[in-house]
Every structure is written in structure tokens, then in C-alpha cells.
């Protein structure tokens, strides 16, 4: 049977190094894994009519991904992040504001690509307004929901969080943001353990993700838990590592895969990303990892 369409709303914009610039924003990698695996997806975004929306706009459709909804802003430049390196290869970003993607359109477009869908949101094309009101207007479109929380820097809020954490099935999230979670709706000292059983609770997640970095990740599915620690050859990039555990627990998600085995993949695929400059690969090769 065909999976079922997955979408993603949000950025894309290009990650600027010192030396050179990668295509980055965390919806668009989620969607390129996806995409990669079932050829069944789509994304909603908007552009500049500039240099870099025309690169974007060239990319996805050379990949097979598709334009049809990316929509092109004629005042506002495509995104961009200024991307640092320290010596454990960990990045810290300068996100630039007032760009295309804080202006995506509820357009007809939209609408239809939405509809019956996997849609998955995250938390920064929420910083805007009007990118604000149109995600939660696809809200009404989809049909399941997969929330990768991402905060970056102060661009959230306590209402944000809340409703999208309460349209949420799946949620992602990583340890420091659990904390912010815990500390934005919860009281009292913050343990790991506790803070994923409240969350889950409260919020009434099908499935909720802590990510810790090299210490692997935790899933939590009711009383069920799983935890795994995939290991690392190569670190050349950590950007885009949690996009890609995104992708495959979400393609585990679908398939209806056991827990420990959705983490394994998402765990394996993530430490195969870390081991490639930016955060999509410039080979197939890892993608058998998340092959059913």
C-alpha cells in the first residue's frame, strides 16, 4: 500500500559557512529525506526573486521535489543563516530576519497540497504573523501532524509552543528544549524522565523524541520506552543531524514500526548525516539505511 503524502510547511534558505553555503531549513531537509524514500511529498514554502530563490527553485526541481508550491515574494530575500563551526564541529546560527519565508501565503496551492496529509511543522516560519497563520490554517488540511520543535533562539513563544504541541501526534524535540518545555508548562525540578512522561501526557502525543546528541536519543510511546546510541565514524557536520532522525521516525511512524527498531534507523541515519558536509548528502548511499 502507497504511503500516505507527507508534507512539510516552513523555510528554506541556504546555511551560510565561511567558506562556502549549503541548502538548509529544517522543514526542506525533513522533506528532501522524505521524499527520497517515498517520492510521495511535498513542500510549502516561499522565496525571493532573487539569485538564491532561483538556485532554490532549480534544486527542487532537479531533485524531483517540485516548485509547484514554493511561492516567490517580489519584497522579501530568500533566507538565509550564518552558520559557525566550534571545534567539536557543534554550530551556533545568526538567523536573519524579515526574509521570504516569514511571509508564506494560505494560498489555493497550499490548501491542496495539504489536504489528507502527514503535515509537518516546526517552530521558527512561526516567528511571523502571517507564516504563523497560515501553518496553523493547514492545521485544518492535514490529517496526522508531526511537530519537530526546533527553537532558535528567542524566536518562540509560550502560545506557540502550546499550540503546537497540543496539534501534535509526534513531537521532536532535544534535551535542552525539554527543559525549556518543562520549565514553560510544568512545575517543579526537571528530571529527563519525568519531563517525558508529563509532556506526553499532558499534550497527548502518540509519540514523543528527546534527541541528546552523542548520547543517541529516547522514544516514549505511552509506557513504552526506547532508547538507542547509534555509533559514529566520522564527524564532519552536525547540521541537520535531528532533520534527518525527523525524516525516519517519521517514516517509521507511518509504517507502524516497532519503537526500538524506528529508533535504530532514525539513530543510524542521523550519525550517517553527521558524516557529510551540510545537511543533505551528496550520495543515495545512506538512504539504505531507512529502506523498509
Known sequence: MEQQKTVAVGEILFDVYPNYKKLGGAPFNFLYHIYKITENAAFVSRVGEDAEGAEIREFVNRVGVGDEFI?????????????????SKTPTFDILEDRAYDRIEETDAAARATDGAVLYYGT?????????????????????????????????????????????DV????????????????DGEFQRDRAIDE??????????????????????RGKERSRYRAEVEVVKDTVGAGDAYAAALCLGWLRGDPLDEINRRASEFAAAIVGVEGALPGSDEPYEILQA
Open 71 to 87: 511561492q516567490r515574494d517580489p519584497d522579501r530575500p530568500t533566507g538565509e543563516v550564518r552558520v559557525t563551526l566550534d571545534e
Open 124 to 168: 521558527l516560519a512561526q516567528r511571523s504573523e502571517r507564516s504563523r497563520k497560515t501553518i496553523r490554517a493547514l492545521w485544518e488540511r492535514g490529517e496526522k501532524f508531526f511537530y519537530d520543535v526546533n527553537l532558535r533562539q528567542d524566536y518562540f513563544d509560550e502560545e506557540t509552543l502550546r499550540a503546537s504541541l497540543e496539534r501534535a
Open 171 to 186: 513531537a521532536k524535540l532535544n534535551a535542552e528544549e525539554l527543559e525549556i518545555v518543562w520549565e514553560t508548562f510544568f
Open 199 to 220: 509532556t506526553l501526557r499532558r499534550f497527548e502525543l502518540e509519540i514523543l523524541c528527546v534527541t541528546l546528541g552523542g548520547d543517541g536519543a529516547t522514544l516514549a
